[in-house]
């Protein structure tokens, strides 16, 4: 199941467009560590995370 990530006005990067740490592509948003970042693209880093941590969950528990 997709996160899904609740961002607010703290995550506006005040129209100032930099590479999103996660695509390349101009981003206007800024993570919590204050890298730009579009919000698309946090919620697929966060996914992936989530299912490799399932993923070794598993393994290690089937052993």
Known sequence: MP???I???EHWGGGHTRPCI???R???LINSQRQPQHKVCAEAV???AS???ATRYHEKRDR
Request: proline letters at 11%; charged letters at 15%.
């Open 51 to 53: 299912e490799q941590a």
């Open 22 to 24: 996660t695509c390349g």
């Open 7 to 9: 961002w607010g006005p």
């Open 26 to 28: 101009p981003a206007l």
């Open 3 to 5: 996160r899904l990530l």
């Open 46 to 48: 966060a996914d992936a």
